[in-house]
């Protein structure tokens, strides 16, 4: 105690002094104008400069964004990550990197959901304040869904993996595609086939990329919840957040039951999406988690519909 009653307070050098000490310098003379009527404009600079571009824009940006679905919780809230883009003809210097930043702080001020009617206005809207003839989104986010125990009934989240694609041509017009990831249990044919008892089981990732046909319309049918049901339905068995004994007995019986390749698993969903009018071009992966291998096991197939395919 006497020793610490003896330390004298430090005596430290004002906050101006302590910023000079690790470089801050005067600012110096300020000679270039502030008004933006009076600054340069590098980026409309009009010149030959040798290429187009096929995309030019910003990406890697996070904002909120508000998730509707069929399934339970019906409306939720999560944090969008965007990507914003339009090309650019060789004889412009750049795109104004502001204005999509610009334009996604409106909507997220009216509340930005996520779906096609909505990227549907924002990319004609973009292509026009770029002044570009196209303009393109990609946003991805974590979508939840309510998930119950077949037996106990108790509820849990999980969540799939979407990407949402929209792009806007003056000349073409619109395309919409979209991705959704799913996590899905399959287990082996092969174990279950060569063994006295028991058999293998793994986590199977599932990944649908899927083209919509022209006026398809996500508010009136939502391809997340048809999509997850392609993927879980054609699985082993499905992912539950909450398991009592009970239902962890019925989780593994169906497993038993509906033994999966990954080669079944892309040839079964492949099968689904086919079967909806709203798809006109899909591929389908799926990499299974070796239970019994330091390997991954992988299969995909993909299929473009012909005019007589699509409804």
Not at 108 to 115: L, S
Not at 140 to 169: C, I, T
């Given at each position: 105690m006497d020793k610490l009653n003896t330390i004298s307070r430090k005596r430290l050098p004002n906050k101006e002094e302590r910023h000079k000490l690790f470089g801050s310098v005067v600012p110096g003379p300020r000679?270039?104008?502030?008004?933006?009527?009076?600054?340069?404009?590098?980026?409309?600079?009009?010149?030959?400069?040798?290429?187009?571009?096929?995309?030019?824009?910003?990406?890697?940006v996070k904002y909120p964004i508000a998730v509707h679905s069929e399934l339970k919780p019906e409306t939720q809230t999560s944090i969008g990550t965007f990507s914003f883009s339009s090309t650019i003809e060789k004889t412009s210097k750049g795109t104004n990197m502001s204005r999509f930043m610009e334009q996604l702080n409106q909507y997220h001020e009216n509340g930005f959901a996520?779906?096609?009617?909505?990227?549907?206005?924002?990319?004609?809207?973009?292509?026009?304040?770029?002044?570009?003839?196209?303009?393109?989104?990609?946003?991805?986010?974590?979508?939840?869904?309510?998930?119950?125990?077949?037996?106990?009934?108790?509820?849990?989240?999980?969540?799939?993996?979407v990407l949402l694609k929209a792009r806007?041509?003056?000349?073409?017009?619109?395309?919409?595609?979209?991705?959704?990831?799913?996590?899905?249990?399959?287990?082996?044919?092969?174990s279950k086939e060569i063994?006295?008892?028991?058999?293998?089981?793994?986590?199977?990732?599932?990944?649908?990329?899927?083209d919509f046909t022209e006026g398809y319309?996500?508010?009136?049918?939502?391809?997340?919840?048809l999509l997850l049901e392609a993927a879980e339905s054609n699985a082993s068995s499905r992912l539950h957040p909450v398991l009592k004994r009970p239902d962890e007995k019925v989780v593994t019986e169906t497993a038993y039951e509906n033994p999966r390749f990954v080669e079944d698993m892309v040839r079964l969903v492949a099968a689904d999406l086919y079967e909806?009018?709203?798809?006109?071009?899909?591929?389908?992966?799926?990499?299974?988690?070796?239970?019994?291998?330091?390997h991954d096991a992988i299969a995909s197939l993909s299929y473009t519909k012909s005019d007589d395919e699509v409804e």
């Amino acid at each position: 105690m006497d020793k610490l009653n003896t330390i004298s307070r430090k005596r430290l050098p004002n906050k101006e002094e302590r910023h000079k000490l690790f470089g801050s310098v005067v600012p110096g003379p300020r000679t270039k104008p502030t008004e933006k009527s009076q600054m340069p404009d590098l980026q409309n600079v009009q010149k030959d400069f040798l290429f187009d571009l096929d995309v030019c824009g910003v990406s890697n940006v996070k904002y909120p964004i508000a998730v509707h679905s069929e399934l339970k919780p019906e409306t939720q809230t999560s944090i969008g990550t965007f990507s914003f883009s339009s090309t650019i003809e060789k004889t412009s210097k750049g795109t104004n990197m502001s204005r999509f930043m610009e334009q996604l702080n409106q909507y997220h001020e009216n509340g930005f959901a996520a779906d096609f009617a909505t990227l549907r206005v924002f990319t004609k809207e973009l292509a026009e304040r770029l002044e570009k003839p196209d303009a393109e989104i990609e946003v991805s986010f974590p979508w939840f869904y309510e998930r119950r125990g077949p037996q106990s009934g108790l509820a849990g989240m999980n969540h799939a993996d979407v990407l949402l694609k929209a792009r806007y041509d003056e000349e073409t017009g619109y395309s919409f595609s979209a991705t959704l990831s799913v996590l899905v249990t399959t287990l082996c044919p092969c174990s279950k086939e060569i063994s006295e008892y028991s058999a293998h089981n793994q986590r199977g990732h599932v990944t649908m990329h899927v083209d919509f046909t022209e006026g398809y319309d996500d508010v009136l049918t939502d391809w997340k919840a048809l999509l997850l049901e392609a993927a879980e339905s054609n699985a082993s068995s499905r992912l539950h957040p909450v398991l009592k004994r009970p239902d962890e007995k019925v989780v593994t019986e169906t497993a038993y039951e509906n033994p999966r390749f990954v080669e079944d698993m892309v040839r079964l969903v492949a099968a689904d999406l086919y079967e909806m009018p709203f798809v006109k071009k899909f591929q389908v992966i799926c990499r299974n988690e070796e239970s019994i291998h330091m390997h991954d096991a992988i299969a995909s197939l993909s299929y473009t519909k012909s005019d007589d395919e699509v409804e």
